[in-house]
């Protein structure tokens, strides 16, 4: 596709429900990044990958939260038993390795809505 | 600790006037530096990057920056403020290759008529 696509763009679920945000990066780009904005804030980083491996995963609040990448296309990032402190905005970018800024490419954004 | 600050969560100019977003960055090694602009419900949209390259950087919408390693500062400005430039702006620092993004916590820039 033109650019990086996100889905759903806005999720709105009950507290201990599971949810599966996904992330479809430009064609060809090697890396893919997850971000949490919350609001009034800048984004923070939660993982990344390059290719289908999961290089770093730091940003990862608690193990409530995991994200795959099994062919290095798209992603989901999933977030199990949901609490109402994980309402905010998701962001997916991805990047190339061909051009050595590594410049990222963002998504619209998933806004998720625990009540 | 690898930290951005932002100075200013709010900046307020007059259409015409010259626009100045403060950004200075913590670390021992010059790092990637990047301004991202957001406009109300849209992504994150890349204004310009310093890469090492010339540490004046020319952006897209008439925006440029410069990084100043002496005061590990990368500030954005405009010469002359249009209305359409009200939006959200980030400062973000890269310090390992192809790795994450550090934001600070933005500021939003409001102009007036």
């Known amino acids: 596709g033109a650019g990086v696509s996100q889905s759903p763009r806005y999720k709105v679920t009950k507290r201990g429900q599971d949810v599966a945000l996904r992330c479809d990066p430009i064609?060809?780009?090697?890396?893919l990044y997850w971000y949490r904005q919350a609001l009034g804030q800048g984004p923070e980083f939660l993982t990344y990958?390059?290719?289908?491996?999961?290089?770093?995963k730091s940003g990862l609040p608690n193990d409530r939260f995991s994200a795959e990448r099994p062919e290095g296309s798209i992603s989901t990032l999933t977030i199990q038993r949901t609490e109402q402190r994980d309402s905010a905005m998701y962001r997916c970018?991805?990047?190339?390795?061909?051009?050595?800024?590594?410049?990222?490419?963002f998504g619209p954004g998933t806004r998720l809505t625990v009540t | 600790a690898q930290s951005v600050t932002q100075l200013g969560s709010h900046v307020s100019v007059s259409e015409g006037a010259l626009v100045l977003l403060r950004c200075n960055y913590s670390?021992?090694?010059?790092?990637?530096l990047f301004w991202y602009v957001q406009y109300p419900n849209q992504g994150l949209q890349l204004l310009l990057k310093?890469?090492?390259?010339?540490?004046l950087v020319k952006g897209i919408n008439g925006f440029e920056a410069e990084f100043k390693k002496s005061e590990t500062s990368f500030h954005l400005t405009k010469p002359s403020a249009h209305m359409s430039d009200a939006a959200e702006y980030f400062c973000?620092?890269?310090?390992?290759?192809?790795?994450?993004?550090?934001f600070g916590q933005g500021t939003e820039l409001s102009v007036k008529p």
């Open positions: 970018a991805s990047s190339t390795n061909r051009d050595r800024s590594y410049e990222q490419y």
């Open positions: 064609s060809g780009h090697v890396s």
């Open positions: 670390s021992s090694v010059p790092p990637y």
């Open positions: 973000a620092v890269r310090f390992a290759l192809g790795g994450k993004l550090i």
């Open positions: 310093y890469t090492s390259a010339a540490t």
């Open positions: 990958f390059n290719y289908e491996a999961q290089q770093d």
